[in-house]
């Protein structure tokens, strides 16, 4: 990374180094007043922070403008004991591309959501992959909730947004990253399935992002009112139909994938989260 500067935060303590590849880094405002917040790439190319904005058609996007010398966004996430302490987190979690900050508990308190792309040469939002290195976290997809949680044991954690580089242009291209707390849904996503668990919890899974079937899915838990990613489907798929058995694992079959319509099924165990 070239120009990098020092700088981003999102909730007291937990502070980020915003870069964008080849295009420079963020210098924001005072850590002490974010909780929430989005990065923003000016169409004179520098960044800034803004805070308490809510994804509704993706304006939380970071604007290019043209085609990037990179195909990454690259952060550094002061993740030492004192930044982890002052927002309550002991440990963290990624699954399905979500990063989150864990309580004691377990629980979530803040996350980092998945990223988008918006590629202006064929009109069309994609998904970019997470890729998170430099400190320890937990990778179970199992819930999260009452498990021991793993501590990053380091100072700082090194989080890469990568995209496929033959879909840009230089047509606008966006792309969009934010924290988050875990209130919602860790993917905005439509035609999707809702299973009641028999621990109360619920299941979402699939679904579409656009026109986009989706093989990601993510659980609720009543008690804490948080979302948290757990297994994919192994198949994306959308309009499908599912049930619970009696041994307490899910069946989802047939929908609409990538191809056309399905004929495949698979089976959920909430235990193990795959």
Known sequence: MTDRSTYGAWRAGAIVAVCLGGFGCTAGPDPARITTGVVVQQADGTMEVRTNAVVVDHPALTEIGHAPDYSWNSYS??????????????????????????????????????????????????????EVTGCLLDTNPAPPWGRAVTPPVASTCTLTIRWEEVFFSQIPTLVANSWTTPGCLTRSRARHLATRLEDGRVLVAGGELGSR???????????????????????????FGSVELEDHRILVAGGWGPSGRLASAELYDPSTGT
């Open 77 to 130: 996430l002061d993740v030492s004991s004192a930044a982890v302490a002052a927002i309550g987190a002991s440990g963290l979690r990624r699954v399905n591309d979500v990063l989150e900050f864990l309580d004691a508990s377990g629980t979530p308190i803040l996350r980092f959501d998945p990223s988008d792309y918006y590629d202006g040469w064929d009109d069309v939002l994609r998904l970019a992959t997470l």
């Open 213 to 239: 079937p989706l093989a990601t899915a993510e659980l609720y838990d009543p008690e804490t009112g948080t979302w948290t990613g757990t297994g994919a489907l192994a198949t994306a798929r959308t309009l």
